[in-house]
């Protein structure tokens, strides 16, 4: 678990558009912040796509990254050990739609799509993958009829992620109600095929165990070996990732978690150690680190 709440400013927690840092509210934040400026060749800057670097919308193939989150990213980049977006998307989608391809300055950024299973190197271009989980396919056939026979209301819908079926209801009358309807026969349907159920900001996907966002998060940062890690995210699939940095924290790896605000999942923001205002937050955010930081003369920091 984090460190619990010591600062003594109620605000602390939330980053502006000032320009300057935010007080992360808690101490083993504020030393992975210090950390982070002192040594930056050696920090691995992680965050997920949806709701942290492009805002929530109901048309998921319609989200697209902040208008500043390029720039701030290209800025930040070259004085870092690596960039990491982190997401259950496709890469060569999550790098469409952030628009992070043949940028100056990115050539620090990966793209670790489908929970890490996927790689995207800006660097070359190039997407590694190994061969998908055979469930996937299975359960693609099975889910129109699942849906069928478990009353889906109307606004229901399903979206293809290659490795992954994600089943949505932020377009339903009621999509609270709707999610917890379907959330268990979707869980019967992918035990049956050897999946697990990931829930989301009125999502729920299924997609193969064994790769998370923590786990991406912790195997990425060992191979380049970071002295300090950064994780933004927004939803519960980045709990995994927070409890990672935890983890790091435990190991002598100084951490900051930070949370791009969202009324509809508190989890986070109760874990985080600096709470911002959605994607535009997290734009200020990697803007005032980028100005805070040392220009980058080497890899060691």
Excluded at 13 to 18: E, G
Excluded at 127 to 133: K, N, W
Excluded at 225 to 244: C, I, K, S
Aim: glycine share 12%; proline share 9%.
């Amino acid at each position: 678990m984090g460190s619990p709440k010591d600062s003594t400013d109620p605000n602390a927690t939330h980053s502006d558009a000032s320009g300057t840092l935010p007080v992360p509210a808690t101490r083993a934040g504020r030393e992975g912040l210090d950390a982070l400026i002192a040594r930056p060749g050696r920090a691995l800057i992680a965050l997920d796509f949806d709701g942290t670097l492009a805002p929530i919308v109901p048309d998921p193939e319609q989200a697209r990254a902040h208008p500043g989150a390029v720039r701030a990213l290209a800025a930040l980049a070259p004085e870092v050990a690596s960039v990491a977006v982190i997401t259950g998307r496709p890469p060569a989608v999550a790098v469409r739609n952030g628009g992070f391809a043949d940028v100056p300055g990115l050539e620090h950024l990966v793209v670790l799509g489908h929970y890490g299973a996927e790689r995207w190197n800006a660097a070359t271009g190039d997407i590694t993958a190994p061969a998908p989980d055979p469930g996937v396919a299975a359960v693609r056939v099975e889910l129109p009829g699942l849906l069928d026979r478990a009353g889906a209301p109307e606004g229901t819908w399903t979206e293809e992620k290659g490795r992954a079926v994600a089943v949505h209801t932020r377009r339903t009358a009621d999509p609270q109600a709707a999610l917890e309807a379907l959330r268990e026969p979707l869980t019967g349907l992918a035990q049956r095929h050897g999946l697990v159920v990931e829930p989301g900001r009125m999502v729920l996907e299924l997609r193969p165990p064994g790769m998370d966002k923590g786990v991406a998060l912790a195997e990425y940062a060992r191979e380049i070996g970071a002295g300090t890690v950064l994780y933004a995210g927004d939803d519960l699939g980045d709990l995994p990732a927070y409890a990672a940095v935890d983890t790091l924290r435990s190991a002598g790896v100084p951490g900051l978690l930070v949370c791009s605000g969202s009324d509809e999942v508190t989890e986070l923001r109760e874990r985080a150690d600096v709470v911002v205002d959605g994607p535009e937050g997290v734009v200020d955010l990697l803007d005032a680190l980028a100005r805070a930081l040392p220009p980058r003369t080497d890899t060691t920091g």
